[in-house]
Every structure is written in structure tokens, then in C-alpha cells.
């Protein structure tokens, strides 16, 4: 009898993993939406923000009072050479290999009501990149959601200084719309959607006016 019931729990808790495992991915929030989402409205949701990570990388998983775990170039491995009865031991550290480069991410917004999209394009061209499909992708849930459903935008694309201004202004309009053509196709009413491109008219604040980071498309509510 106490066999069968140690096995019925057993069997339970291993239903309970596999139930966890099966979870979907879209029941956690994602970053890029929330942080699409708090740069528009104001309306950001701490809880949802990434715990930071302690120096060196390693997560701050550490309960106060008690010192973080080490173990963080080694992966908590140690490998111990055989020494001779009371001869010092040496261990040999496996270095980590080193992260993956992270995708761009979008310039902070100068105020609320306005996000920088942190998009990428073709070289001298209005064509999308991967990488910026799957961005807008997400921006176009995000504008789904209740805070952000009855709201209108204006997509605005500005360049650098380099080159010439008509380019430039030409160059901008065109990614600005391709922006907004690709958020129509996943889903957003175009009606809710302005267009403009300014060109290198209107470069960040404290920003030299030939510098990358003025290449951007920006959201901003109206």
C-alpha cells in the first residue's frame, strides 16, 4: 500500500514537470513589446523588466545576506589534478566561451509618447532586414493590446547628414513607409498610421549630425 501511494505522488510531480515544460512561450511577456509599449504610454510595468545581472555577467540570483555563487567563468565545473598526500591543490578553470554578439537595440526615447524602433535596413536602401521584420512583428502585437489599440502613430524616418539633403529626405520617407507598409501586413489598421521623413533635419539632441545614430525610425503617438 505505502509502494502504490510513493509511486501515484512520484507519477504526479512527473506530470506537473512535463505540464511546466509544455507551457507556451507566449504566455511570458516579451521585453521588446513591454519596453515598445512603456516608451509610448509612460505605463511600464517593472515586473516584467530582466533581473540585473551581477559584475561579470552572472545573474543576481544571490539571497541578501548570503554571498553570490561563484562559478560563473567555470559553469560551477572545477577540475582538480591528482597531488601528491599533503601537496598543495591546484584547479584548472574552463573559461566560458564568450557570449553572442546582441541584436541593436533602440536609442531611449527623448520623452514619452515617442520610441526609436531600433530598426535596420539594406545598405542605401528601404528594404527591411530580418532581424527588423521579426522587431516589428512585436511592435505590431504590442499594438493590439488594450493600452494602445484605439491610439494613432506617425512613423517617422530620419538619416544622418551624409549626402545629400533631397537623398537623405527621399531615403527617409521610403523607410518610414516600409516600416508602415510591414506593420498593415501584420495586422495594424493602416488608418491609425501617419508617414513622414525628415531627412537629417531633425538629429538627436547632443548628437554630431554626420553620426550613425541619427539613422532611425521613430513611433510617436498623435
Same mark, same amino acid.
Given at each position: 500500500m505505502k509502494l502504490h501511494v510513493g509511486l501515484s505522488v512520484r507519477g504526479l510531480a512527473l506530470l506537473g514537470c512535463a505540464m511546466a515544460m509544455a507551457a507556451p512561450a507566449w504566455a511570458a511577456p516579451d521585453a521588446e513589446e513591454a519596453q515598445f509599449t512603456c516608451d509610448l504610454t509612460g505605463d511600464c510595468d517593472t515586473a516584467a523588466e530582466p533581473a540585473a545581472a551581477a559584475p561579470g555577467g552572472a545573474p %543576481?540570483?544571490?539571497? =541578501?545576506?548570503?554571498?553570490? =555563487?561563484?562559478?560563473?567563468?567555470?559553469?560551477?565545473?572545477s577540475f582538480r589534478r591528482g597531488q601528491a598526500d599533503g601537496a598543495p591543490t591546484q584547479t584548472a578553470s574552463v573559461a566560458a566561451p564568450a557570449p553572442a554578439a546582441a541584436p541593436p537595440k533602440p536609442v531611449k526615447p527623448m520623452r514619452?509618447?515617442? %520610441?526609436?524602433?531600433?530598426?535596420?535596413?539594406?545598405? %542605401?536602401? %528601404?528594404?527591411?532586414?530580418?532581424?527588423s521584420k521579426a522587431r516589428l512583428a512585436k511592435y505590431a502585437n504590442a499594438l493590439a493590446t488594450p493600452k494602445l489599440a484605439t491610439r494613432r502613430l506617425r512613423i517617422e524616418g530620419h538619416t544622418d547628414?551624409?549626402?545629400?539633403?533631397?537623398v537623405n529626405r527621399n531615403l527617409s520617407q521610403r523607410r518610414a513607409q516600409a516600416v508602415a507598409d510591414y506593420l498593415v501586413q501584420a495586422g495594424v489598421d493602416r488608418q491609425r498610421l501617419d508617414v513622414a521623413g525628415f531627412g537629417s533635419s531633425r538629429p538627436l539632441p547632443?548628437?554630431?549630425p554626420q553620426a550613425a545614430a541619427n539613422r532611425r525610425v521613430m513611433a510617436v503617438l498623435l
Open positions: %543576481a540570483t544571490a539571497t =541578501p545576506g548570503k554571498p553570490a =555563487p561563484r562559478g560563473s567563468a567555470t559553469r560551477g565545473f514619452v509618447g515617442s %520610441a526609436d524602433l531600433g530598426l535596420t535596413f539594406e545598405p %542605401a536602401s %528601404a528594404v527591411l532586414t530580418e532581424a547628414a551624409s549626402g545629400s539633403p533631397v547632443g548628437v554630431a
